[in-house]
């Protein structure tokens, strides 16, 4: 339109010039190089000039035209692009839904080809390729996405889980580390850099993660976050002792039991540290007011165990009739003082002893086993076999098992952590489990 315009007004001005130059009939010389010359009149000259600047104006308002509406077919053709690229993230987003991860992963390659900063469909093929166990391509399209959008603080999240998955752990602290320094009281994040520190048995970082987290958490914080800080608070102590640190290790367990009396490895800990200190005396004590705090059978075991060790049985002797004083119907006492008699081959005194633990528990299998072998010994092969058929046609030494009260892995091994599920303080007595033989003698 602007084209035609100004050629309308450029035939209206030749029309008008034409007519000044009819009534203005004078000449001049025109040179135009060094030697030639023509005679032109004034107003032809003037319409010369004229004619060749509209045709200038003329030739650049059709390239910019030309140039405009090039620009504006390649933005339709692009937007119908963009709108057919959408179209397949939302293709590929129900094939990822309905299970077709191929099809889909084809589908987004295919839009990200057309519009290759598109986030979502970025977002939607790293789904996409962790689904099909594909880690480094769902990593290499986070990280597309990560630099679309640096402020995005849920693809940072993503990248260090997967980063976790493939066991790179060192890359998952460093997002997770990033997070936490541009977003300061960043829970989660300081909950997986905890785990990332669990994971790598680094406990002091972990504590003091830990110890942030309950902190901020405050009156909020969960029974769970704080079993997790006490566990943390034992393996800090743990690898103070490993580090000859034994004062400092004393004093942390000391005051771990006093805040959690009921956490088992705290007790058999200090009482290790103490037995190898040379006060079995004081061992002894640390046990015994676990038991009383827990009644955990590993504290008998550790007893019975301390006693054998040191030489000292009739100490141990002692501390089970004070217990059977304290607790004359615990199954697990009289159960452990027949026991700890069959182990010194003190046959008579075990089997009356267990036939007491047999009247609080007569269907446990522990019991059952253990009167077996005790009846063996005095020859009453008949009763002993009839125990043995309870317990289900045991004929080898028989370990009791301990439980993890989280997951329910069994081990013949008290530990404080369960290597299973990874819980602190979960291992408990299991009796009757049939599980655990191994060939004879007596633990």
Not at 290 to 298: D, S
Not at 359 to 376: Q, T
Not at 378 to 396: L, T
């Given at each position: 339109?602007?084209?035609?315009?100004?050629?309308?007004?450029?035939v209206?001005?030749?029309?008008?010039?034409?007519?000044?130059?009819?009534?203005?009939?004078?000449?001049?010389?025109?040179?135009?190089?060094?030697?030639?010359?023509?005679?032109?009149?004034?107003?032809?000259?003037?319409?010369?000039a004229?004619?060749?600047?509209?045709?200038?104006?003329?030739?650049?308002?059709?390239?910019?035209?030309?140039?405009?509406?090039?620009?504006?077919?390649?933005?339709?053709?692009?937007?119908q692009?963009?709108?057919?690229?959408?179209?397949?993230?939302?293709?590929?987003?129900?094939?990822?839904?309905?299970?077709?991860?191929?099809?889909?992963?084809?589908?987004?390659?295919?839009?990200?080809?057309?519009?290759?900063?598109d986030?979502?469909?970025?977002?939607?093929?790293?789904?996409?390729?962790?689904?099909?166990k594909?880690?480094?391509?769902?990593?290499?399209?986070?990280?597309?996405?990560?630099?679309?959008?640096?402020?995005?603080?849920?693809?940072?999240?993503?990248?260090?889980?997967?980063?976790?998955?493939?066991?790179?752990?060192?890359?998952?602290?460093?997002?997770?580390?990033?997070?936490?320094?541009?977003?300061?009281?960043?829970?989660?994040?300081?909950?997986?850099?905890?785990?990332?520190?669990?994971?790598?048995?680094?406990?002091?970082?972990?504590?003091?993660?830990?110890?942030?987290?309950?902190?901020?958490?405050?009156?909020?914080?969960?029974?769970?976050?704080?079993?997790?800080?006490?566990?943390?608070?034992?393996?800090?102590?743990?690898?103070r002792?490993?580090?000859?640190?034994?004062?400092?290790?004393?004093?942390?367990l000391?005051?771990?039991?006093?805040?959690?009396?009921?956490?088992?490895a705290a007790?058999?800990?200090?009482?290790?540290?103490?037995r190898?200190?040379?006060?079995?005396?004081?061992?002894?004590?640390?046990?015994?007011s676990?038991?009383?705090?827990?009644?955990?059978?590993?504290f008998?075991?550790?007893?019975?165990?301390?006693?054998?060790?040191?030489?000292?049985?009739?100490?141990?002797?002692?501390?089970?009739?004070?217990?059977?004083?304290?607790?004359?119907?615990?199954y697990?006492?009289?159960?452990?003082?027949?026991?700890?008699?069959?182990?010194?081959?003190?046959?008579?005194?075990?089997?009356?002893?267990?036939?007491?633990?047999e009247?609080?528990?007569?269907?446990?299998?522990?019991?059952?086993?253990?009167?077996?072998?005790?009846?063996?010994r005095?020859?009453?092969?008949?009763?002993?076999?009839?125990?043995?058929?309870?317990?289900?046609?045991?004929?080898?030494r028989?370990?009791?098992?301990?439980?993890?009260?989280?997951?329910?892995?069994?081990?013949?091994?008290?530990?404080?952590?369960?290597?299973?599920?990874?819980?602190?303080?979960?291992?408990?007595?299991?009796?009757?489990?049939?599980?655990?033989?191994?060939?004879?003698?007596?633990?």
């Open positions: 339109m602007a084209v035609r315009l100004l050629f309308l007004l450029f209206v001005i030749l029309v008008a010039f034409s007519y000044i130059s009819l009534l203005n009939g004078q000449h001049i010389q025109f040179f135009y190089s060094a030697t030639r010359q023509v005679e032109v009149t004034v107003s032809e000259l003037a319409i010369l004229f004619s060749l600047g509209a045709a200038m104006v003329i030739l650049g308002t059709m390239v910019k035209d030309v140039t405009q509406a090039s620009k504006n077919w390649k933005e339709r053709r692009d937007r692009r963009r709108e057919a690229a959408r179209a397949r993230v939302a293709k590929a987003s129900g094939l990822f839904q309905r299970g077709l991860l191929d099809d889909a992963a084809a589908e987004l390659q295919r839009s990200l080809s057309v519009n290759p900063d986030r979502e469909a970025l977002v939607i093929l790293a789904d996409v390729e962790t689904e099909r594909n880690h480094l391509e769902a990593v290499k399209a986070l990280t597309r996405a990560k630099q679309i959008d640096p402020s995005d603080i849920t693809v940072y999240f993503r990248l260090a889980t997967l980063y976790r998955e493939m066991n790179d752990l060192e890359n998952a602290l460093s997002l997770l580390s990033r997070i936490e320094d541009s977003d300061g009281e960043n829970l989660r994040a300081w909950e997986e850099i905890r785990d990332i520190h669990i994971r790598r048995q680094e406990m002091d970082s972990a504590y003091a993660m830990q110890k942030r987290i309950v902190k901020l958490k405050g009156k909020t914080a969960s029974a769970g976050d704080k079993a997790l800080f006490d566990a943390l608070r034992y393996e800090r102590a743990v690898r002792m490993e580090e000859g640190k034994t004062d400092d290790a004393e004093r942390r000391r005051e771990l039991i006093k805040d959690t009396p009921t956490f088992t007790y058999l800990a200090l009482s290790q540290h103490l190898g200190r040379g006060t079995p005396e004081e061992a002894t004590e640390t046990l015994l676990g038991y009383r705090a827990t009644r955990n059978a590993v008998l075991i550790k007893l019975e165990d301390l006693g054998v060790e040191t030489e000292r049985p009739e100490a141990m002797i002692a501390v089970y009739l004070d217990l059977l004083r304290e607790f004359p119907s615990d697990d006492v009289n159960l452990f003082q027949g026991k700890f008699f069959l182990r010194l081959e003190m046959n008579d005194e075990a089997l009356e002893q267990l036939l007491k633990a009247l609080l528990d007569p269907e446990c299998g522990s019991v059952n086993i253990l009167l077996a072998e005790a009846l063996r005095r020859g009453r092969y008949e009763s002993a076999c009839q125990h043995y058929q309870r317990a289900f046609g045991y004929k080898r028989y370990l009791i098992p301990f439980r993890c009260t989280g997951c329910g892995q069994t081990t013949i091994k008290w530990t404080a952590r369960c290597s299973s599920c990874g819980i602190w303080n979960g291992y408990d007595i299991s009796h009757g489990d049939r599980v655990h033989a191994v060939p004879a003698t007596i633990r």
